[in-house]
């Protein structure tokens, strides 16, 4: 094979031959006398001394292979010796996992037998070699910080799924996830380890010791006398939990933190590395040297500035060196040890990677001299070297390292041809390359030296008495002011160290994005395209391997670098084509979702799975974006329904089939750190799970116009004259804007995925960081507070409480600084834009996919999940650090994002029920907070109006819990006593979140309650449904939550100790606050349009407030009851049962009351009097209740309530009282006792007013009405309800019932209650008076 390369295109036997006819006296490349210098000065002899220097033997390139031969093997050792066995030690060279026998569980290794993933309970394996003797050392390089064990056992231990290295006697193991040592027993020892750590197990055989370092420091003797003599020999082992990963190095590669004394239980290779050391030397004084041919003299220059120019005696000379050092520079150590060192060495100085041309040229170089499997195997090898010296290097405050390690990585990426070979098969075939943008956050903040860096810490220490930092600069004192500038410093100086790094993983990323360099073929930025999207692919696949998928923390970087880089290349493109978008507008057009030329695997689309959306849009397709779909696609892909997960499942794509000679297709994330790919499944029950469900042939059903995305070329993408690349099939409404790179669209397609796959879910687990900044914050406040309330005389107590706040303190000190790290590299303002350029870009991509009327429904449905995600982390996550208000444009994209929510939470071309869900809940979650209302009312009023009548569809058939909670928002703080932000009961406990949608304070919505009066009273069957439909949820809801309680009340009254099912509560609690929510929606409705109840012109009013009644004397007789029910249970006061309480649901059916009761015209009045007190339920005593005037009852009431017995669990003890201590003058036997008098915060004046009014006129109606009621004969009652004189005659029939019924009975059945027959009519019947 001959090496391409630059002009001199030799291969390594033509060098030869051409010295071979040279002319003996005067060569055609330098005077032979010159030329011997030459060789002399590149290849000096260790033998001769500078005395002999004249008398050496003259050298031309005939005797210079075999001169360099004698050279090499000066140092080479003998035959006996090179084999003779090292004492001590038992087993094969080299060194891997025995995954043939010694292992127990579930396993996956990698293919160089070094790197592990458990996939069990608790795996175990141990290695192929054993020691006995002396002292020996092995790596384990940490790639998740779960539960393991590591250390060493002897062949006589036998593990379980329970059982592990260091459960068993000879076994010893160090476990830095719960920092402890196992041997059958555990103690405390060693720190905590993390992923990127360097664990060091060390045996002394000799002094019977095991020792364990952690990145090279020592973590002292571990264990002592441990058994040592004839038949012990100890095996490197392991034990790790599910998903863990690690990988060993026991000398295959050089050991990153040697221990004098202790040798790597494999060899390493010194022949070869003496080789390799002596032909870089050569090499050096190569590129060290200059032939002065004018004056005959050698010139010695800097190597640094050294370039390939074709000059043939230097070609010919390292065409010699190269012969030995090319086989040399394809094994692992030696790629390591000597040449990325020497790589490294070139960088040293400082500067930018561009001020180093040497590494450029020595590339060049490579790829001219060698082979070109060697050159491919040795980048291979570079890069997995970097990059595992990238991820297992300690953070110190500098990073130097990460710099060290990025530049080489940026340099030799820079070189073009190695680029597009490392593109194309390494970095995301067997690299996981993700790494190099990842910044791992340290746990130890003393080792990463940020005790130096941040000297002063810093937290908040002003708190409301809801736990909220008030930041109010006027309060800190000058000492604090102090220390948080000087935190402030601090950060800073982080930030700026965190930037260089971040600067140079965006260069990576812009030469990879590099779309301009083709004279190798194609340019890298096409050869990027398909791996990213392989790799998303291979993430995005719910069925891939759980330890396929990248760590969401490596996902959160790369995307902020990614995003970083696609705006740099994005807006360079516009400059050079005036006219098109900018990076700040960009979005992705909907023709990307249905042409076919981006591959979206098996995810859902808004309108549900492509199949079904190509057959039944097929036309729409034709006529609007000019597609035509084949009639055969549409077959294939209807005959395969059944199979569509399978199909587009990531085992069934055609890559890994085609790549692998029809084995098994698996992720390049199947690895672990060692970075290889995990092909070896090991299993004790020699179960596979690999095996695929179809034969993995390549699918022969390609949908027509989509290109498989290794087949695709860069005219796919970008398009050329007359063909439209990634945007085929513009529809009409979609405006023709000039976008300047199509390729970049697809990645920032790829950003979008990325977020939804696992970026947002990382933001918020970070945010647990700065939660613990705030709990130990508000814990040392109040035991500060606690000490300066310390009485003298209990020395005691006062020594605890500093114990206590010397602990905080140092918690505090620890975390801040480890919050300083993480505002750095996750939540700073760089990181926020980034987040909301995201959020805008989908913003505008649905908006513009909104706009094609039906292929809408092609839109994946994670755009919209990523729009409500990233407001919620710019909202949530990234302050208080960073305002979302000082964001650019935040107003309009806050109303932009209300626009969507308002109109697609009902949209019905999106049918999946969680995107619907999700819509809702997001819209919920908006108007719980000013300025997100704020937006709502912005939108247009169409748009509007139109979301209100979605809100007010019937409760049936439908989630309308969601739906109902936006109406209730909507309302709150206008209803009657419903200016609450927390119930009164509950002020004095902590709530758990006070960020919480349902804790906002109340902040009501006129505009929209206006729309909602207006629809309801203009659309008079609407308005009908709606309110049915309330009062049959309302009715449900109140029965199950009685039902309920019932339940609960028996389990407490049983003598024996018992819990109630904490679900069970849950649920009770959920079916009241829904009854509350329900009552509150109907004083809405009363209060806004009162005539739906009282104008009995309308169809159903008279049977709408008959409901209504009925349901409202229901919930009163049920809560104020003697002996009660809801009293007994309400004082339990159960853990799960705290907003079961009194006061929500009386104050909501006192508001419907007082509405229709007070506030109303007189006919109204009457007529809401009449029907009221006309119910069989109705009880004055009931509303009397309200006011704490029960009559006699209250104080036998008081007596019940006190005397029931709190049984269930040990909650029993912790009974409150249900009223707060607002109630400051009632007496003590009417203290149990629910009255509105008690809540003067929350009941205003002006209320407590109307409900006496109220009381005093019903009770006056109902003396009236007592006095005026006739007697009537059980005949003339109505036979279903027994409660109404007969008033209605059904047709054609003639059965006779009260109105009440027959009306209630019509809305769901239409048949007699008597005799089935249909009822055509209902006529008014009053008794004939001669009977």
Request: aromatic letters at 8%; proline letters at 5%; charged letters at 25%.
């Amino acid at each position: 094979m001959s090496s391409k390369g630059g002009g001199t295109a030799l291969t390594r036997r033509n060098y030869r031959l051409a010295s071979d006819t040279d002319k003996p006296k005067a060569t055609g490349i330098v005077n032979e006398k010159l030329l011997s210098d030459f060789l002399h000065h590149v290849f000096p002899s260790t033998k001769q001394g500078p005395a002999l220097a004249s008398l050496r033997k003259p050298l031309g390139f005939q005797d210079l292979g075999a001169h360099l031969e004698n050279l090499l093997s000066e140092e080479e050792p003998t035959e006996e010796s090179r084999d003779q066995p090292v004492d001590g030690r038992l087993g094969p060279q080299p060194v891997v996992l025995d995954h043939t026998s010694g292992f127990e569980g579930l396993l996956f290794v990698d293919d160089d037998l070094l790197g592990v993933i458990g996939h069990s309970n608790f795996s175990s394996i141990r290695a192929t070699t054993c020691v006995y003797k002396g002292k020996w050392a092995y790596e384990v390089l940490i790639s998740s910080q779960g539960l393991m064990q590591i250390g060493w056992c002897t062949l006589n231990c036998r593990f379980n799924q329970e059982e592990g290295v260091g459960d068993t006697p000879d076994s010893y193991a160090y476990d830095g996830n719960r920092v402890r040592k196992w041997n059958v027993t555990t103690t405390n020892y060693g720190k905590s380890w993390a992923a990127g750590d360097i664990v060091s197990c060390l045996i002394d055989l000799d002094e019977g010791t095991i020792t364990f370092c952690l990145n090279g420091q020592s973590l002292g003797t571990a264990f002592t006398n441990i058994k040592t003599g004839p038949g012990v020999a100890y095996f490197p082992a392991i034990s790790l939990s599910f998903k863990e990963s690690v990988a060993f190095n026991f000398g295959s590669r050089p050991l990153r933190y040697p221990v004098d004394g202790y040798l790597p239980l494999q060899n390493p290779p010194t022949v070869d590395l003496m080789k390799a050391q002596k032909l870089l030397g050569y090499i050096k004084n190569v590129l060290s040297t200059s032939i002065d041919t004018q004056e005959e003299r050698l010139v010695e220059k800097d190597f640094g500035l050294w370039s390939l120019h074709g000059d043939p005696t230097v070609l010919v000379t390292l065409a010699h060196i190269f012969n030995h050092f090319a086989p040399l520079m394809c094994k692992v150590y030696l790629v390591e040890d000597v040449l990325m060192n020497f790589l490294l060495g070139i960088l040293e100085g400082g500067g930018s990677v561009d001020e180093h041309p040497l590494i450029q040229q020595l590339l060049d170089l490579f790829w001219l001299l060698m082979e070109d499997y060697e050159v491919n195997e040795c980048l291979k090898q570079l890069m997995m070297s970097l990059l595992r010296a990238y991820r297992f290097s300690p953070i110190i405050p500098d990073l130097g390292f990460q710099i060290h390690y990025l530049r080489l990585t940026t340099a030799i990426l820079h070189h073009e041809k190695s680029r597009k070979y490392l593109l194309n098969n390494v970095l995301f075939d067997v690299l996981r390359s993700v790494v190099f943008f990842y910044i791992k956050t340290p746990l130890r903040v003393k080792e990463a030296g940020l005790e130096e860096l941040i000297q002063t810490t810093w937290w908040p220490t002003h708190f409301d008495k809801e736990g909220k930092d008030e930041r109010d600069p006027k309060d800190e004192s000058a000492d604090e002011r102090l220390r948080r500038r000087a935190y402030e410093r601090g950060c800073q100086r982080l930030k700026k160290r965190i930037e260089v790094v971040e600067e140079l993983q965006v260069q990576i990323l812009k030469l990879l994005l590099n779309n301009k360099d083709k004279t190798t073929g194609e340019a890298s930025r096409y050869i990027f395209l398909n791996k990213f999207r392989k790799f998303l692919q291979e993430n995005a696949s719910n069925r891939g391997h759980p330890t396929a998928l990248c760590p969401p923390e490596y996902m959160v970087c790369f995307l902020h670098r990614l995003i970083t880089a696609v705006r740099a290349c994005w807006d360079e493109s516009t400059r050079r084509s005036p006219g098109s978008i900018s990076s700040e507008e960009a979005y992705v057009p909907p023709q990307l979702f249905y042409n076919g030329k981006v591959d979206y695997f098996d995810l859902q689309r808004l309108g549900g799975l492509l199949s079904h959306l190509k057959k039944t849009l097929k036309d729409d397709l034709a006529s609007k974006a000019n597609i035509i779909i084949d009639p055969a696609e549409i077959q294939a892909s209807s005959m395969d329904d059944l199979d569509e997960d399978e199909e587009s499942g990531a085992t069934q794509r055609p890559f890994g089939a085609a790549a692998m000679g029809g084995a098994l297709a698996r992720p390049s994330w199947l690895s672990s750190p060692t970075l290889g790919r995990a092909n070896r499944f090991l299993s004790t029950a020699a179960v596979s799970l690999m095996t695929p469900r179809r034969p993995l042939t390549q699918p022969e059903k390609v949908k027509v116009r989509t290109l498989a995305v290794e087949q695709r070329t860069e005219e796919d993408i970008e398009g050329s004259h007359g063909n439209d690349g990634l945007l085929l099939g513009r529809p009409l409404e979609e405006p023709d804007q000039q976008i300047a790179d199509k390729s970049l669209l697809e990645i920032i397609d790829g950003i979008v995925m990325m977020y939804n796959l696992s970026v947002h879910q990382q933001l918020g687990k970070m945010v647990v960081v700065s939660d613990d900044v705030h709990e130990y914050a508000v814990a040392l406040k109040d035991t500060e507070e606690k000490i300066a309330r310390c009485p003298a005389r209990r020395p005691d107590i006062l020594d605890e409480l500093q114990k206590s706040q010397k602990v905080f303190a140092e918690k505090l000190n620890h975390l801040s600084r480890r919050l300083a790290w993480i505002n750095a590299t996750i939540y700073s303002k760089d990181k926020m834009l980034d987040v909301y350029w995201l959020l805008c870009v989908c913003i505008k991509t649905i908006e513009h996919a909104d706009n094609t009327g039906c292929l809408f429904a092609f839109a994946p449905e994670f755009y919209l999940n990523v729009a409500m995600n990233a407001y919620s982390a710019l909202k949530n996550y990234f302050s208080p650090a960073n305002s979302m208000e000082e964001l650019p444009g935040y107003e309009e994209t806050l109303t932009q994002l209300a626009a969507i929510l308002a109109k697609h939470f009902a949209d019905p071309r999106i049918v999946g029920t969680d995107i619907k869900d999700s819509l809702m809940q997001a819209l919920a979650s908006y108007v719980c907070y000013p300025q997100s209302l704020r937006a709502v009312e912005r939108i247009p009023e169409e748009q509007r109006v139109a979301m209100m009548r979605n809100l007010l569809a019937p409760y049936e058939q439908r989630p309308w819990a969601q739906t109902n909670w936006i109406l209730v928002r909507l309302w709150r703080g206008c209803g009657f006593g419903y200016r609450y932000t927390r119930l009164p009961h509950l002020l004095k406990t902590k709530p758990e979140d006070a960020n919480l949608p349902s804790l906002q304070k109340p902040c009501p919505s006129l505009l929209l309650q206006r729309h909602m009066a207006e629809l309801l009273s203009m659309d008079k069957d609407m308005a009908a449904s709606f309110l049915n439909s309330v009062l049959n949820q309302l009715n449900w809801a109140f029965s199950e939550f009685i039902g309920m309680i019932q339940e609960i009340q028996q389990a407490a009254e049983r003598p024996e100790r018992n819990f109630v099912d904490t679900r069970q509560l849950k649920v009770c609690a959920t079916c009241f606050d829904l009854s509350v929510s329900l009552l509150r929606v109907l004083e809405m409705t009363v209060t806004l349009v009162p005539e739906i109840f009282l104008d009995w012109s309308r169809p159903s009013a008279e049977l709408l407030l008959r409901r209504l009644a009925q349901l409202l004397n229901q919930v009163l007789n049920r809560v104020t009851a003697e002996k009660n029910l809801f009293d007994r249970v309400v004082n339990l006061r159960l853990p799960g049962l705290e907003s079961v309480d009194h006061y929500p649901i009386l104050v909501a059916v006192t508001g419907i009351l007082v509405r229709i009761l007070v506030d109303g015209d007189r006919q109204g009045i009457s007529r809401a009097a009449s029907v009221l007190l006309s119910d069989p339920c109705f009880q004055l005593h009931s509303i009397q209740q309200l006011l704490g005037e029960g009559g006699d009852s209250s104080s036998s009431s008081a007596v019940i309530t006190a005397t029931a017995r709190p049984v269930i669990g040990s909650f029993g003890s912790a009974v409150a009282s249900p009223i707060p201590s607002a109630a400051g003058n009632t007496g003590s036997t009417e203290r149990k006792h629910f009255s509105l008098h008690a809540y003067t915060d929350y009941i205003s004046e002006e209320e407590k007013q109307k409900v006496e009014m109220m009381l005093a006129f019903l009770t006056e109606e109902s003396k009236q009405a007592a006095a005026s009621t006739a007697p009537t004969s059980e005949e003339d009652l109505c036979p279903i309800c027994y409660a109404h004189s007969i008033s209605a005659i059904f047709k054609p029939c003639s059965h006779k019932s009260c109105k009440a019924c027959i009306n209630q009975h019509l809305m769901n059945n239409k048949d007699c209650f008597f005799c089935k027959a249909t009822i055509t009519g209902v006529e008014d019947y009053s008794k004939p008076a001669a009977s």
